[in-house]
């Protein structure tokens, strides 16, 4: 939804909105429901990354955790290496899957170094893989013990269980920067953003073609009946609101359950793109267009079993059961298993050989419900955050932050993919000092470098090139060598608004401020933006810094600072309470467009 329009129709269309009864608590009410929405979908990933990073400062756990993602690391980016030519795909991903389930099973370094020598032995796949993966193994010095009992649950972390499986935690660190693009790459649903699209919707409604037909012509003109000159004065006039409402084509309710539907289905794709690059290793990235990983859409969560003539069988994993009990889905649970049993007695032919219903008409009538199933699911994640949500981000302007703190604290973490940036930041940096080393020839220098305010100038670099502005990370990107030529050369810089990400929720953390507005050729106006990092900015800079990272209470209400090696046992202790909360009273709609939450393991 695009939320650009002219300044003279702003007019327009709040007046359209007022005749349908629309009012400005109305469009509030959908702001905030967003922002909720927007805050579930961040906190959920920000607990993953912090859970993951706590776990590395405390190895006092015994899980060997870091060797373990090391492992994970190595086995991943050879994999990735050897697909692209190698002709053997499906057997080297097979590799990385065993691996991976290896891992989730707690076996220690020596079974998976056997496995892979077991498969050099049999000399069914290219051996270069092989020794790749083990050389990296013997190079990083990665060894762990195995860890208690299988599937993560007898062993304890802390004296809890492990809440994330090892892949989560592995894309945590390995894609952090890409998470990041993917949540700042949505247009925050704003007043004016929501009131035009329902304007569309009412201009489109007004817009049908059958009002177009004339009752008659005469000398080749057309005569219209008066019901038909009334519509036309509606439409010249621009009244669409009072077409509709004269001729009972759209009334309120049902405009802003259409608009709260097409919201959730938009941001439900947004969110699982996001979601899908944290827990599925098979996911290769962008938009879904519909979720096929909810537990109760999903094939394998209910066994049926009607081999029996007598019998029908309906089976489902107990921890998936205790998942769905955590988000209150226990009724909805039980119509699923209703619809399973009738679904599976229609699948069964009749005596004269016809069949009830099938696959295809089913599919159909399931595509027809996308949008009745999401008219309620905006209000009914907004609700559930509300009563379930750890706080950590009472106010949607307070998520920057913690994306910085998760920055800060990898900048200099080799398996992040935060330090995959650094060398770019540090060419920016020499481009940019270089600049003020010319523009200052001859003037004295008054203040010594401060290791700490050279660490925070190398985040709010990172942030400024690639998380507002849409540079791509490739040291061979052609517009970035453009940039730090331009910068040397002391040539202005200005970037148009599209350069940036859709939610420019970091600009409070970037060099790149809006400048002045340049009119365009099509009379419109484009805001632009320039590099401002002077001293006062600076001073800025370091100030925002003293406020990270943050704090979280504990059990006893005593606020905590996370990603400090002395708070870490009891970061997690806090975190694993949030995590395994008891039922809340609130439903989880799962039945929408949106993936469920991070913090309810997948199988």
């Not at 094939?299 to 059961?321: C, F, R």
């Not at 004295?444 to 690639?466: D, G, M, Q």
């Amino acid at each position: 939804m695009n939320s650009s329009y002219k300044k003279d129709d702003k007019k327009l269309i709040d007046l359209n909105l007022e005749v349908l009864g629309v009012r400005p608590k109305d469009i509030d009410s959908i702001v905030k429901e967003t922002q909720n929405v927007t805050k579930m979908v961040f906190e959920q990933v920000f607990l993953v990354m912090l859970y993951t990073r706590q776990l590395i400062l405390q190895p006092s756990t015994g899980s060997h955790i870091e060797d373990r993602l090391k492992l994970i690391f190595i086995v991943c980016d050879v994999i990735k290496l050897k697909l692209g030519s190698a002709p053997n795909r499906t057997e080297h991903l097979k590799i990385r899957d065993t691996i991976l389930q290896m891992m989730e099973d707690n076996k220690g370094s020596n079974d998976f170094i056997a496995y892979l020598h077991s498969l050099k032995l049999k000399n069914e796949i290219d051996s270069d893989a092989i020794d790749t993966i083990l050389s990296s193994i013997q190079k990083e010095k990665v060894a762990f013990a195995p860890l208690g009992n299988i599937h993560g649950k007898g062993y304890k972390f802390i004296n809890i269980d492990r809440q994330y499986s090892y892949y989560e935690m592995y894309a945590s660190l390995r894609y952090t920067m890409t998470i990041f693009k993917k949540f700042l790459n949505q247009t925050p649903y704003d007043n004016n953003v929501i009131k035009l699209a329902l304007f569309k919707k009412i201009k489109s409604k007004a817009k049908t073609k059958d009002f177009y037909r004339p009752s008659s012509t005469q000398d080749g003109k057309d005569i219209l009946s008066g019901e038909q000159k009334k519509i036309s004065d509606f439409l010249d006039n621009q009244n669409y609101a009072e077409l509709v409402k004269e001729f009972e084509l759209l009334h309120k309710k049902e405009l802003l359950q259409d608009i709260r539907a097409d919201i959730a289905i938009d941001l439900g794709v947004w969110a699982t793109d996001i979601f899908r690059r944290i827990y599925d290793s098979k996911y290769i990235g962008g938009p879904i267009y519909r979720s096929e990983n909810n537990y109760l859409n999903n094939i394998d969560l209910l066994e049926i079993d009607n081999e029996s003539e007598d019998n029908v069988t309906v089976s489902i994993d107990k921890t998936i059961l205790e998942d769905i009990y955590k988000l209150n889905q226990l009724d909805h649970l039980a119509d699923s298993i209703k619809n399973v049993l009738v679904n599976s007695l229609r699948s069964e032919k009749r005596t004269d050989g016809k069949t009830i219903s099938s696959s295809t008409e089913h599919l159909t009538e399931s595509l027809n419900k996308v949008k009745d199933n999401n008219e309620s699911a905006l209000t009914q994640l907004s609700e559930w955050y509300i009563e379930n949500s750890i706080d950590f981000f009472k106010k949607i302007d307070q998520i920057p932050k913690a994306i910085v703190s998760i920055i800060d604290f990898d900048l200099h973490n080799p398996w992040s993919e935060v330090n995959w940036d650094l060398n770019n930041i540090l060419r920016f940096d020499q481009a940019y000092s270089y600049k003020k080393q010319i523009n200052n020839q001859g003037q004295p220098h008054l203040r010594r470098k401060s290791p700490i305010a050279e660490h925070n100038k190398l985040v709010t670099y990172l942030i400024s090139l690639f998380l507002h502005l849409k540079l791509h990370h490739s040291l061979i990107s052609y517009e970035f060598f453009n940039l730090l030529q331009d910068i040397k050369k002391d040539n202005p810089v200005h970037f148009n608004h599209s350069d940036f990400f859709e939610n420019p929720m970091m600009l409070s953390w970037s060099i790149f401020k809006p400048s002045t507005e340049v009119e365009n050729t099509d009379n419109s106006f484009q805001e632009k933006s320039e590099i401002k990092f002077g001293e006062d900015e600076k001073n800025q800079m370091m100030y925002r810094f003293k406020k990270i990272p943050i704090s979280i209470r504990n059990s006893e209400g005593r606020k905590v600072r996370i990603l400090s090696k002395d708070t870490t046992e009891d970061v997690l202790e806090t975190l694993v309470n949030f995590i395994t909360n008891q039922p809340s009273t609130k439903p989880y709609p799962y039945n929408s467009s949106f993936p469920l939450p991070l913090r309810i393991r997948k199988k």
